[in-house]
Every structure is written in C-alpha cells, then in structure tokens.
C-alpha cells in the first residue's frame, strides 16, 4: 500500500499554510514613531497641508520618514522617537488649534501586504502599549450643571403650582428666588422642602428673597455620580472604538484612568474620548427683531446665537430636549437635500415633550445647537496651559410642517464624518460633566522591552530544547515535527492578526505552551508507528497506522485542553482572557498540522514508494 492524500487535500492544506504565512509576515516588520494629525471639523487635509508640515520639518531640521495623505488624516513616520517627540511640538504649536495631533506608533508593513488587508496582531499595554490616558474630571463644571438643573426644576415647580415669582437669578453657589410677597414665599419654602429635598434653604425676609444652596451631601452625591457616569460614558465610546480589553477605572476621587492597548488612531481616541458634544433643540424667537450683530444683548426669555456662517439668531430660552434624552441615534443622508444627517430617537419623556412643541407650534422655526466643550493645551513659557472653551452654535433651523414623532432627522452638519462623529457621541451618552486629558501617554516599545525579551527568550529556549529532542529521538521524522511546529506558530500569529487580537504576556505563555502541545501530538503518531514496526508491520502500513490509531487519543487529549481553555475564558478576565483565547486557538491549530501537515510530509517523503526505510 501507498500513503497519499488526494490532490485537492494537499492543495487545500498548501493554500491554508500559504494563507497563513502571509497573513503572520506583517508582524515582523515592526512599527515607525509617528505623529497622526486630523482635521477638527471643517479643517481640511490636502496637498498644501502636506507642504505645510513638510516646511516646518525643514525649518526645524527634523527629517520625516514618510508623509502619508489621507481622507482623514496625514500620517509623517520618523526613524527614532526623538525626532518624533520634537516634531510633535514644533506641529502641534503651528497647526494644533486647526488639528489634532497626537503621537502614534504606525505599523511598517509593506504596501503590497496592507493592500490584502494583512496588519499586524496588536500588542497590550505590558508588551507595546498603546495609549494611555489620564482624564480629570471637571468637578467645577459638574456642579454648576446641577446648580442650573436646580435653578430650572424651581422655575418649573413655581409654574406648575401657579406660585407667581419675580425672578430666579444664580448667584455664585446660590439660587436667589425674589417673590412679591411674604406669603408666596413662605408657600413657595415648603414647596421647595417637600419637592427639592437636595436644598438647603434660607429667607431674606426683607426682600421677600428665598436663598437656596445644594446640601453638602447633595454635592458629595453629584461629584460621584459625575464619576460614574462618565466612567459609564467612556466605555460605551470605548466600545463604539472597537478596542479590545481596554481598561477604565477610576483613580482617587475625580480622575480616570483610560488604557486602550494597541490602539492605532490615536488622535481619533483622544478626540471621542475627551468630546462632549451635544444637541438642544429650541423655538426660534419670532416675537422680538433679528439683532443685526451677535453682540447685541438679547431681550428677556431669549437667548444670542450664531450659526456657522456667523449670522447672529435668537433663540427661546426654553430648551425643548437635550442630547441626554437621546436614546439612539445613527448617521446617513437626508431624504430632502442628501446632506449628511443624523438620525435621533428619543426617549419616552423627550419624545413628549418634542411632539407637545411641534404640535403647538406648526409653522415656526426649531433650531438645532451644537454644543461641544474644547481643551487645548499649549506650551506657554515652557509651561503647560490648558484653556478651556464653549462652542455654542445654530447648525440648522427648520420651519415645523408637522408633529414630530419619537423618530426624526436633523441635517445642516459639514460632513459624513462629523454626523457620525456626533451619532457616535449622542449613541454613547453625554458626559455628566467634561474631562480633560492631563496625562497622555503612548506607551513604546520601551517600557515593555524587557517583558517582551523575556516572553521572546522563553519561547525560543523552549522551542529550541524541544526541536533537539524531537531530532534526537525521531530524526527525519523529527524534523516534519518542528517544520510543523513552525507552520502551527504561523497559523496562530495569522489567526491572531485577522481578529486584530491582542497579544499580551500571557498570550506569550500561550504560545509557548502550544509548541509543548503540538509537539506531544506528534510523539503519540510516531510511537504509535514505532510500535507497529516492531510488530512486524510494512513501514508503509506503519505509517498508515500510526496516523490512524493515534488520532483518536490526539481528538481526546485536545477536546479536554480545549475545555479547560473555555473554562478560564469564561471565568477569567483580563491577562487570563487573553491566555485563554491564544491557548484556544493553539490547541485547535495543533490538531490541524498534527493530522494534516505532518502526514502531508510524512507523505511527500516516504509515502511515494513501496519499499523505503524508515529513519525513525
């Protein structure tokens, strides 16, 4: 008898291995320090912001690699980190209000592999890192917020039980309510106690003033909730990014730490990260004249606006809905115009309020306010300053043909990119309160060098000590084994980087496990096939039965690994996660190459022939 497969199996076998070879090479290649620069908005990115950059390197005598263009972002590569750390200076203090610009680390892969989508696995935060962030979250604007929430809810609930009122001013930490008489306000007081419990309150009898303050332990309840949301709202745009085991946590009582491993656009990490972005939807005031300048100060009840050309609007100073009571929204092209939109759900209580509006006001103008808080961060004298600004402007103004129903669209933004930018944020949630980030960190290959020299160094001892005993002990047959082995590595490198998996230490330890594994598959066929020798047997039927007697004990072996491996992926979290997931795969390549690889070889060199020796 002869061992042979069929011609489809060793082509289906061969593809698989070429495949895979492929797919695992753009992981040698490793990665350039880089800067990425996107656009902010209506910032564009042509060929003059390419000659822009490339002469301020040439001022400063800084040398770029390469200077990629893009749709949504220029991309300059440097040799060493150095040179990238000064250009990111020297970039972001001439071009960052227009940019932003954040340091990167760019896979060198070859263009002929990155256009068969082949990239490299991502690294974590203890092997290559990726981006850290430290946010800090603005207490100051937390409370003010719910100060302005108060100061509302007060308004509402005089209205609500017709208690007339003469003005409701802010006053620093204070709520000042000036009422005509002695009597409404003593009303007004026991209202407040029953309704806002969260208030501390004080009568200015003389003026017939109620002075309310939020309580010590109303604020204690708002900073925290401002943590929690926002840590709750930072991991939903973390998992709208795609990352992969990210980590965030709080860190002491008003900072968050962020650890996106391997994370590749940066700058759009640190742009969704830190946005707070938002919509209010308001009446158009049609009762008082348009001011003909946005400095003209604006009649009671209304509020100054501009729209993105610049022409001043006036608005109402009711607030219809908010971007809080967004309970979905999602980007695309308005039916009417084909510009870019957003499409919005509101929740039950907006989708009241809005259809309440729209029915009582049928023929008037709603507008559209984006809201988004912006930080920048400069070097001022060597020092860092952060200044902080409010962008308030009209991005659309509609007349009103009909009640609006839980589901509608609003149009008027600059871009695709910027109505899925903003789906994304009002997707997300709002942030209870902004955040700014005052420690970023791309995390090279430094700090991880010695993990990933150790990782390394183990698995090569490790495969090397194998490879002389399986040669040792089986010889030719031994040197199909740690062929195989070398394929099974290039399988899992190859599975790991389609799935942009992460790769951490203990995803190394995985690794290395596997190779003893693979391995033990390979000693059960070749004992087996010494074991049919000594009976007597041809080598040919040796061969024969050595592959088809041990595959059932290799099936049973690996099923019991594989459910172990389930186990901790089910049960473990972070580093074990990623154990888990590299030993899965491992197990189940081990049993491909154990039973097709090695017998294609084994084929190839004696299965030709009828009459061979056998070097085993």
């Known amino acids: 008898m002869l061992n042979r497969f069929p011609l489809w199996k060793n082509v289906l076998i061969l593809g698989v291995l070429a495949l895979s070879i492929i797919y695992a090479l753009p992981n040698f290649f490793g990665e ?64 960052g209000g227009n940019y932003t610009v954040a340091l990167n680390l760019a896979p ?67 709520i000042l309510i000036k009422f005509q008489d002695a009597q409404t306000m003593a009303q007004a007081r026991d209202l407040f106690k029953k309704e806002l419990r969260g208030l501390e309150l004080e009568e200015q009898a003389a003026d017939n003033v109620l002075k309310a303050k939020i309580s010590p332990a109303e604020l204690r309840e708002v900073r925290k909730f401002a943590v929690a949301q926002n840590i709750t709202t930072l991991r939903n745009r973390v998992n709208e990014l795609g990352v992969a085991e990210p980590v965030i946590q709080q860190q002491g009582e008003d900072r968050i730490v962020v650890q996106l491993p391997g994370v590749q656009d940066t700058a759009r990490a640190k742009e969704i990260l830190g946005a707070t972005a938002t919509l209010e939807f308001r009446l158009v005031d049609s009762e008082h004249a348009v001011p003909t300048s946005a400095d003209a100060k604006a009649p009671l009840g209304a509020r100054m606006y501009t729209d993105r050309s610049g022409r001043p609007i006036l608005l109402q100073r009711k607030i219809i809905v908010t971007g809080d009571q967004v309970v979905d929204a999602s980007s695309g092209l308005a039916s009417e115009s084909g510009s870019a939109a957003v499409f919005i759900n509101l929740n039950s209580a907006g989708a009241k309020k809005m259809a309440d509006t729209t029915k009582d006001n049928i023929g008037k103008a709603m507008a ?154 390979n000693v059960l066929i070749y004992e087996r096939i010494k074991e049919e020798l000594r009976n007597g047997n041809s080598p040919q039927a040796a061969i024969y039965a050595g592959f088809d007697r041990a595959f059932a004990t290799i099936f049973d072996s690996h099923i019991t690994n594989l459910l172990a491996a389930i186990m901790l992926f089910g049960i473990g979290s972070g580093p074990v996660k990623g154990f888990a997931v590299t030993l899965t795969i491992g197990i189940i390549t081990s049993l491909f190459t154990a039973v097709t690889c090695t017998r294609m070889m084994v084929n190839f060199i004696y299965g030709q022939k009828r009459s061979v020796k056998l070097w085993i």
């Open 32 to 95: 350039d320090p880089s800067i990425q620069l996107s656009p902010i908005r209506a910032s564009k990115l042509d060929a003059g912001t390419v000659t822009q950059i490339e002469k301020l390197l040439e001022g400063a005598a800084l040398k770029a690699k390469k200077i990629e263009l893009t749709d949504k972002r220029v991309l300059i590569r440097f040799s060493d980190t150095d040179v990238q750390l000064k250009a990111e200076e020297l970039i972001k203090s001439e071009m």
């Open 368 to 521: 559209v306010v984006y809201i988004e808080n912006k930080s920048e961060t400069r070097i001022v004298n060597g020092q860092k300053v952060t200044s902080r600004r409010k962008v308030e402007e009209v991005i659309n103004v509609a007349t009103i043909r009909d009640r609006f129903s839980k589901r509608f669209q609003i149009s008027g933004l600059d871009s695709p990119d910027e109505a899925r930018n903003l789906s994304l944020l009002l997707r997300a949630g709002a942030l209870a309160a902004p955040v700014d980030i005052v420690e970023e960190r791309t995390v090279g290959p430094s700090l991880g060098k010695e993990n990933i020299e150790q990782g390394v160094r183990s698995f090569i001892i490790g495969f090397i000590l194998v490879a002389v005993v399986v040669l040792y002990y089986y010889k030719v047959f031994g040197v199909v084994a740690n062929i195989t082995l070398l394929l099974n590595m290039s399988i899992i490198m190859a599975i790991l980087s389609m799935l942009q998996a992460t790769l951490t230490l203990p995803g190394i330890a995985g690794f290395t496990l596997t190779v003893g594994m693979a391995v033990d598959a």
């Open 108 to 174: 060198a892969t070859p263009a002929w592999l990155r256009a068969i989508k082949a990239q490299p696995m991502y690294l974590g935060l203890d092997l290559r890192g990726g981006v850290h962030f430290m946010l800090q979250v603005d207490m100051e604007a937390a409370v003010t917020q719910a100060e302005e929430r108060y100061a509302e809810d007060t308004r509402t609930l005089l209205r609500e039980h017709k208690l007339h009122y003469v003005s409701v001013e802010r006053d620093k930490a204070n």
